[in-house]
């Protein structure tokens, strides 16, 4: 079964809308880590944010904040005023203690942000 | 300014050959991985290692081995590469187990 569930494959919007990415995540951990990463046209991997199991507080970094809860197993992230630059492929992933804290990640969302 | 590095950027070969994919990080991180990236998007890890002479093998099966004897180089080699071995193979390196990863530009594989 997949620990990191990201349902949306891909999303459209155009520029200026905000946009929401899901993220389910599933484990028997009381401590785990969750990560989200973008991955730009160009091709490599760029760490967003990490949160850990304890704190629960949302985050937020200009246009994009993030959003864990653990009564739902989610940490969805939101893009604000997207622009083009947006455009690229989001990976949500998870480390838990019984998995020897290896990441594992969701299959991506493809962002694409028209002008 | 890249601290992980990997080369080839791009490589087309024939099947049956034998291939190295080499990865080198200059933050002097413990912890590195493989990963392999499908059309489809998804990561699928193959190998990890916790440090000089330590590595495991992922989930995904992917006929290939790695080696760790220095502690900046984690190459990956694939003894006889085939067509299903096309794909882009990722390398990351991170100081802390439940530390972020940081991710090389990865390999472009094209077996022929």
């Known amino acids: 079964a997949q620990k990191v569930t990201q349902a949306q494959t891909e999303i459209s919007v155009v520029e200026k809308e905000d946009v929401t990415l899901d993220c389910v995540y599933e484990t028997r951990d009381t401590t785990y880590y969750l990560f989200w990463y973008k991955q730009p046209p160009s091709g490599e991997l760029v760490f967003l944010i990490r949160r850990n199991s304890f704190d629960e507080q949302n985050e937020i970094s200009g246009r994009y904040s993030w959003n864990f809860q653990k009564s739902t197993s989610s940490f969805n992230f939101t893009i604000t005023a997207s622009q083009v630059v947006d455009s690229a492929v989001y990976f949500c992933?998870?480390?838990?203690?019984?998995?020897?804290?290896?990441?594992?990640f969701g299959r991506g969302t493809s962002l694409i942000v028209h002008p | 300014e890249a601290d992980i590095y990997q080369t080839p950027r791009y490589l087309v070969i024939g099947t049956g050959k034998k291939i190295t994919l080499e990865c080198s990080q200059t933050m002097g991180h413990d912890k590195m991985y493989w990963y392999q990236q499908d059309p489809g998007m998804e990561l699928h890890l193959i190998h990890y290692?916790?440090?000089?002479?330590?590595?495991e093998k992922g989930d995904l099966s992917s006929e290939s081995t790695v080696s760790r004897i220095r502690t900046e180089h984690f190459p990956l080699t694939l003894e006889s590469a085939r067509p299903s071995h096309t794909s882009q193979y990722l390398c990351?390196?991170?100081?802390?187990?439940?530390?972020?990863?940081?991710f090389g530009n990865g390999t472009r594989l094209t077996v022929t």
């Open positions: 992933a998870l480390s838990e203690e019984g998995g020897s804290y290896i990441p594992t």
């Open positions: 990351a390196s991170s100081d802390h187990l439940n530390s972020p990863l940081h």
């Open positions: 290692s916790y440090g000089v002479n330590s590595t």
